[in-house]
Nanobody
Framework: QVQLVESGGGLVQPGGSLGLSCAAS????????RGWYRKAQGKQRELVAG???????NYADSVKGRFTISRDNAKNTVYLQLDSLKPEDTAVYLC???????????????WGQGTQVTVSS
């Protein structure tokens, strides 16, 4: 069984910073892409940032220059550094991993439970 556990959310003032992490554990053969998504109240879930197994990254236009995604493959962990936060960044942030659990299985998407980020004065 695979688990993705996020940590690091909370309440921060506009202009502040937060760091999120997401550790994958369990029966994992290999992990391909990792990503962070967010779901704001009344809005659809959106991709915030993604990173491939080789370290190539992509970002939503709304967070470019403010958020940084990184990963530690040895720890099966992906990070998201959120800087210059704005009230519109308020959302539940969910991490994703595209992984296979055995050498013969296909890659499948796994999700964390989400962590709340609230940006407010």
């Amino acid at each position: 069984q695979v688990q993705l556990v996020e940590s690091g959310g909370g309440l921060v003032q506009p202009g502040g910073s937060l760091g999120l992490s997401c550790a994958a554990s369990g029966s994992i053969f290999s992990i391909n892409a990792r990503g962070w998504y967010r779901k704001a109240q009344g809005k659809q879930r959106e991709l915030v940032a993604g990173i491939t197994s080789l370290g190539s990254t992509n970002y939503a236009d709304s967070v470019k220059g403010r958020f940084t995604i990184s990963r530690d493959n040895a720890k099966n962990t992906v990070y998201l550094q959120l800087d210059s936060l704005k009230p519109e960044d308020t959302a539940v942030y969910l991490c994703n991993a595209r992984l296979k659990i055995t050498i013969r299985s296909d890659y499948s998407d796994y999700w964390g439970q989400g962590t709340q980020v609230t940006v407010s004065s």
